[in-house]
């Protein structure tokens, strides 16, 4: 099968990116990031993006018309995925309309326990270690209208060690999980495009 033209969108670090980047360059994916995009001019994830050639793009959310900017390129690169990685702004519904089934989001837990408004970044970890969880996890869900409610793709455990803070949590979840998943998951779309 042919591959899909991703965008991928970011607002911090990138490392979700930059896994897949290296796995576009591995040849692990046969689709092609043809732009990256951001609600925040600092994020590092477009400077990783600009590191390997691709075309990277701040949209500033404090001017008029940010949907329509990004619906805009979205369009004109010809996107048939896109791939929220990090991006903690939330899609206007007209987009979501006009690309169903065709977003998808990661997110680092085991949805739909600790998902919605206000579970995001080091606060998910926080309230899974809260709660006395004894496994948490990461999933690629599509996403739909709902915050992280949509369809699921994958999702993986890990442990929850006694010795455990927020922070071990959170970085064993990116490395082990959110990495590996999110490729798999493009794959996965790749071979039923
Ligand atoms: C990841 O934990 C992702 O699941 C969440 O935000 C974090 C982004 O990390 N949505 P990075 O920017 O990909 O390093």
Known sequence: MSGLRMAVLVSGGGTNLQSVIDAVEAGTL????????????????????????????????KEEGYDDKLFALLQGE???????????????PSLIQAYKKKIINIHPSLLPKFGGKGFYGIHVHEAVLAAGEKESGATVHFVDEG????????????SVEAEDTAESLQFRILEQLEHKILVEAIKKLEGSN
């Open 78 to 92: 010809k996107v048939d995925l896109i791939v929220l990685a990090g991006y903690l702004k939330i899609l206007s």
């Open 147 to 158: 915050v992280d409610t949509g369809e699921i793709i994958i999702q993986r455990k890990v």
């Open 30 to 61: 046969t689709s092609q990031i043809v732009c990256v995009i951001s609600n925040k001019e600092t994020a590092y994830g477009l400077e990783r993006a600009r590191k390997h050639q691709i075309p990277a793009h701040f949209i500033n959310p």
